[in-house]
């Protein structure tokens, strides 16, 4: 049976089977179904056990390599989001954000190399890559999600990795009336703060249910308390001298060391978060007759992340290293940091912000015609916009003073020691101003998509059955706008007091051991106002001799209490227009079932780069502070950037199932995929990163890079020996050529006071990758009510370089289902990867994420046939996830968001 030759009628009976069991409906599953006018057969199911079945079901008959989720399994999991749901699905991995799923990795290939729809619609994000943040869609409104691992060629090109398909409700699933809520307080063992999450939806059909009305509308808030231990990189093959040892005869000769790794910093951080999600969608569907089906939806979601930072820090610059140890692999394991003539190491008391301020809107026109017996057209006009709008209202800002310390590194986590003691780092009288500034990007991503599809089932009864193709058009822009502004030109170099009375000791609960749990703090916006009044400007004036409407002039022309737009701002377009066809055969091979599928798609791409970039002027040194360089730009308007590219790609794919016995199914899949360029990748902008003498790096971009091009086959076989139960192994092969790779180069500036040599990173086109994998997926249930879901993904690649986000991954779900009682415990593995080629935090080396393991929980009791009671539990062994450089012994980061647990209530009408 295909689904294509249904009357909207009947194939509305069909959708309401991926929907209602999450909201407590009754699910139909359609067993035979050939025309309008026939009768769908439907058995009522109910729980996490039948959406289960539903699920396997829908990959059995699929005509790709496909997984998915149904509702059941998506409203009833302690799932904070989407993204929560999908790490479940065998080859699906995820990254995590203050504790929630935030990105997805499928089969080793990471966000950006995943194509995400809802309803079939690419949706915009605020991120500035590719990647889409599923922490922005709440698993509440979501009615299903598919993984496609093999494309057809119907669907928009762009997911090497996958294509994520998710589903929100629709009225003409129900019938008739229904409304359903949730409500639930959330614990956060940590922070130890408690806050409530609300959901609900209501639906109706009218004028003899060809007309329906569904809304939907979920509010999720959070405070929660990260705490962090951090080194932001490593700096490899440095040469070093202990300066403790230059005047010991006895050492002298090894007091150079050469190629070693060296740690930038030392932070311990803790940030306290507020979230809140506020989502809903609305649908209105309309069908005149058997044969047309009108529907127009819209989906907002506003994430807001007010992140509240306190942190005391430590850098390490070669000036200032002393009595240094290092291990065989030359990785340095303990250092002292000491101030000679009043200059060099220094505590820092920083508060900094890393919040979001996110709203997704989405709207969509669907029209859908039986045009006749033989042919279904269908029209969709959609348009999405993704914003985040926190350029400048974050900050980092920094008070201390100039002090001695020693970390040790040799253990698995750094201990601190600070010269005075702990209460050092507690006295008021010590805290001097040093860096402030206001930055942050406005992120505004927009994607219009027109698009045409038809279906033609040909009268003949004969091996080809159909045959689907379309046009494809979408108009895309993303702007970046950064907004910054510092006053370091001024203050840096902890020259000039902060009042003592705007200093108070805040205190770490709940903190890791081995380091002090207590450090100065202030209120940033206190420093800002305080750094830009008449007192701070006359102290400044009264040390450098400078006359008051001087220093006044430099600190009002900082903008410091309203940062502008940079230079560094900018349009990227791309405009996309394709053309498909995909045909369907079904015959049979000695008896057995076989269907093929294949199909083309054409694209063409078209990109443009508008802006302007910021230009380097100069580098200057800063008073009392040798380990860094400020940067000077051109008082101009910067230089303008009008860049444009084109390339267009044919992408061929095939799929074949073949059903061996009546329980077991052969499948193949070849297909030619594409990746675009990252968006950010190709504004050919020169960004400082970090200015500090000896140790100058920068970012560009590359407007000339072509995509990642793929191609890649899978092999599958699929045992369903059970009403409830089948074991699945798949093994996969995808190799990328033109992967776009950063690397550094030396590249050097001529400024006003002479030559600089910067480390350069930038994206070029390169080399092939290769991954190959296997995929093993296992359900198992028993009539006693218990069972077992488990999978696993082992990949690898032979390739000279390595892929962000490869890695083995294992799900094991353990589950009770029996009358009015569900019981479930989730384990989650992630093995260890790669998750940068090159750190976001500085450097020039990569990071890496070790082995994370989470264990979930859920229990619910259905009260009666309205209401259920439930209890659930994320992270209940309070697993923290740590980081580290190239080797094993370079800690990066060391990250505890806690536990949490949630008491709630379901009610279903």
């Known amino acids: 049976m295909n689904t294509s030759q249904l009357g909207p009628i009947a194939r509305r009976s069909l959708l309401g089977v991926?929907?209602?069991?999450?909201?407590?409906?009754?699910?139909?599953?359609?067993?035979?179904?050939?025309?309008a006018d026939d009768q769908v057969e439907v058995i009522e199911v109910k729980g996490f056990t039948s959406s289960l079945k539903a699920s396997m079901l829908d990959k059995k008959a699929s005509d790709v390599v496909y997984d998915g989720i149904t509702a059941e399994d998506l409203g009833k999991f302690p799932d904070q989001n989407v993204a929560e749901s999908l790490q479940r699905i065998t080859g699906v991995a995820i990254d995590r954000s203050g504790g929630e799923g935030q990105y997805i990795t499928v089969r080793g290939f990471g966000p950006d190399f995943n194509t995400v729809l809802v309803n079939g619609r690419q949706i915009a994000t605020e991120n500035q890559g590719r990647a889409f943040s599923f922490d922005t869609l709440p698993a509440e409104l979501i009615s299903g999600a598919k993984v496609y691992k093999s494309p057809l060629a119907s669907m928009q090109e762009g997911g090497i990795g996958?294509?994520?398909e998710v589903t929100t409700a629709r009225p003409f699933a129900f019938d008739g009336f229904k409304a359903v809520a949730s409500v639930k307080g959330m614990y956060e063992d940590i922070s130890e703060e408690t806050t409530p999450q609300l959901s609900g939806l209501v639906t109706n059909t009218f004028l003899d249910g060809k007309l329906g009305v569904l809304a939907a509308a979920s509010f999720q808030q959070r405070k929660l308390q990260t705490n962090m231990l951090e080194t932001r990189y490593w700096r490899p093959e440095v040469s070093i001298t202990d300066r403790s040892q230059l005047d010991n005869p006895d050492y002298a000769d090894n007091a150079q060391y050469n190629g070693v790794y060296v740690p930038q910093n030392f932070d311990q951080i803790v940030d306290l978060v507020d979230r809140e999600r506020t989502s809903g969608n609305l649908v209105v569907q309309y069908a005149p007759n058997d044969d047309m089906t009108l529907t127009l939806d819209g989906l907002y979601s506003k994430f807001e992340v007010d992140s509240d930072a306190h942190s005391v820090g430590h850098w390490f610059s070669d000036s200032n290293l002393d009595d240094m140890t290092f291990n065989d692999n030359g990785s340095l394991t303990g250092v002292t940091s000491t101030v000679v003539d009043g200059v060099g190491g220094a505590t820092d008391f920083i508060r900094r912000r890393y919040g979001?301020?996110?709203?997704?809107?989405?709207?969509?026109?669907n029209f859908e015609w039986l045009v006749n017996d033989n042919l279904t057209a269908t029209i969709d006009v959609s348009t999405s916009t993704a914003e985040d709008n926190s350029g400048g209202d974050n900050f980092f800002t920094v008070i201390g003073y100039n002090n001695e310390y020693s970390v040790d590194y040799s253990g698995t986590t750094p201990t601190l020691t600070v010269a005075?003691?702990?209460?050092?780092?507690?006295?008021?009288?010590?805290?001097?101003?040093?860096?402030?500034?206001?930055?942050?990007f406005d992120t505004e991503d927009t994607i219009s998509e027109y698009r045409a599809d038809f279906t033609w089932v040909p009268d003949s009864d004969n091996a080809f059955y159909k045959a689907d193709f379309g046009l494809y058009y979408q108009d895309r822009e993303k702007t970046n706008t950064r907004r910054f502004a510092s006053g370091c030109d001024i203050y840096c170099g902890y020259t000039f007091d902060f009042p003592d009375e705007l200093l108070s000791v805040f205190t770490a609960e709940n903190y890791f051991s081995g380091v002090p749990n207590q450090w100065l703090t202030y209120d940033p916006e206190a420093f800002f106002d305080y750094a830009t009044s008449d007192e701070a400007v006359q102290q400044i004036a009264d040390a450098t001799g400078l006359d008051f409407d001087t220093v006044r002039d430099a600190v009002d022309a900082t903008n410091i209490a309203d940062p502008q737009p940079s230079n560094d701002s900018y349009v990227v377009g791309e405009e996309i227009l394709s053309a498909y066809a995909q045909f369907y055969f079904s015959t049979e091979v000695s008896e057995m079932p076989l269907d093929i599928n294949f199909g083309f798609r054409y694209s063409q791409t078209d990109t443009s780069v508008d802006g302007t970039s910021q230009v380097v002027k100069d580098l200057e040194p800063i008073p009392n502070d040798p380990s860094d360089l400020n940067v000077v730009y051109e008082t101009d308007a910067g230089e303008p950037v009008n860049e444009t590219n084109s390339y267009s790609s044919l992408l061929p794919n095939v799929n074949v199932k073949l059903q061996l016995t009546d329980d077991v199914y052969l499948r193949y899949a070849y297909s030619q995929t594409l990746t675009r360029p990252m968006m950010d990748d190709l504004v050919p902008v020169f960004n400082v990163t970090v200015s500090r003498p000896g140790n100058l790096q920068a970012q560009a971009g590359n407007t000339e890079l072509e995509p990642y091009k793929a191609t890649s086959w899978d092999v599958s076989l699929e045992w369903y020996y059970d009403d409830t139960s089948y074991f699945s192994a798949a093994a996969f092969n995808k190799e990328v050529e033109d992967f776009i790779s950063s690397d550094t180069a030396d590249e050097s500036l001529f400024l006003d006071s002479g030559e600089y040599v910067f480390s350069v990173l930038r994206p070029r086109n390169g080399e092939t990758l290769e991954v190959d994998g296997l995929e093993l997926a296992w359900l198992h249930t028993l009539e006693n009510g218990f069972g077992i879901q488990a999978n696993a993904t082992i990949v690898d690649s032979d390739s000279e370089f390595s892929l962000p986000g490869l890695g083995n991954s294992q799900n094991i779900t353990v589950f009770y289902e029996k009358d009015a009682f569900q019981a479930r415990v989730a384990l989650n593995n992630r093995e260890t990867f790669m998750q940068e080629a090159v750190s976001s935090l500085g450097g020039t080396e990569p990071r890496f994420t070790e082995t994370y393991t989470q264990v979930d929980m859920s229990v619910s009791y259905d009260v009666n046939e309205t209401f259920t009671v439930f209890f659930e539990g994320i992270n209940i062994t309070d697993e923290e996830l740590t980081r580290r450089g190239r080797l094993s012994e370079h800690f990066v980061q060391q990250v505890a968001d806690g536990s949490r647990y949630a008491v709630g209530v379901r009610a279903s009408f």
């Open 162 to 164: 996958s294509t994520v």
């Open 420 to 440: 005075g003691g702990d209460s050092a780092l507690q006295d008021p009288s010590l805290g001097r101003m040093h860096y402030n500034e206001r930055n942050g």
């Open 18 to 35: 991926a929907i209602a069991s999450a909201l407590h409906a009754p699910m139909a599953f359609a067993q035979e179904a050939n025309t």
């Open 356 to 365: 979001r301020d996110v709203e997704i809107q989405a709207f969509g026109a």
